[in-house]
């Protein structure tokens, strides 16, 4: 299992069955391929698709079958199809129950830094703008670090925000956090991190209680 996969499976205990659930670009995406069978979720896609099923395999690719992200997707049974307004009115309207998104960069007020980096080339926004004020739960799921080893969670972001005070919870190859209203909460570590090693990497201020749960996933 790779890092993603880690943190796609992690991400699933998340849902709650009978969720209506919006996956984010990238990474967010994985989260389909591991809900369990005992679970029943309905996916949401803002270009138009409540329904979707888990990536296809090499025979069952539709390319007309897409989600937000442009990658092929299949539909459960009952799946329905709609235009992009009727889609954001479902997401501003608060019948979204859980967003997870990626992050570039995520504060310990929760605040979200998401869709770009200046001077680099970018696909926009998309919806994850609205996502985070109108879904009722907002994920956040990314690496606890950046390829130079720099923390991705910080005191304050630096990159243009998606939203302010948005994330509820940051699930990352490292760790759980939450935000609360005391500070960033550590609520479980890792298989094979230790709580300095946790410490040591986050930029932003932790607060650890006695029931953080090591070893988690």
Not at 98 to 120: C, F, H, K, T, Y
Request: with cysteine; hydrophobic share 40%; net charge negative.
């Amino acid at each position: 299992m790779n890092t993603r996969e880690k943190i796609a499976r992690r991400a699933e205990k998340e849902i709650k069955n009978g969720d209506y659930v919006n996956l984010g670009i990238g990474m967010p995406t994985m989260v389909a391929n591991f809900i369990s069978d005992y679970k029943q979720v309905v996916l949401q896609s803002e270009n138009g698709l409540l329904g979707i099923g888990p990536y296809p395999s090499e025979a069952e690719v539709d390319a007309d079958l897409i989600n937000a992200g442009k990658e092929t997707v299949t539909a459960i049974q009952g799946a329905a199809y709609f235009d992009s307004a009727e889609s954001f009115a479902m997401i501003r309207g608060g019948h979204i129950d859980v967003a997870i998104l990626g992050g570039m960069e995520v504060s310990q007020e929760g605040d979200l830094a998401n869709w770009m980096i200046p001077g680099r080339m970018v696909k926009g926004m998309g919806g994850a703008m609205d996502l985070v004020h109108g879904a009722r739960k907002t994920i956040v799921i990314m690496d606890h670090v950046n390829k130079k080893g720099e923390s991705k969670i910080l005191k304050k972001c630096s990159l243009p925000l998606t939203g302010k005070g948005v994330v509820e919870r940051i699930i990352t190859d490292r760790a759980v956090m939450d935000v609360t209203k005391d500070g960033l909460k550590l609520i479980e570590v890792s298989v094979g991190f230790t709580l300095q090693q946790i410490l040591d990497c986050t930029e932003a201020e932790l607060i650890v209680g006695k029931d953080v749960k090591f070893d988690a996933y």
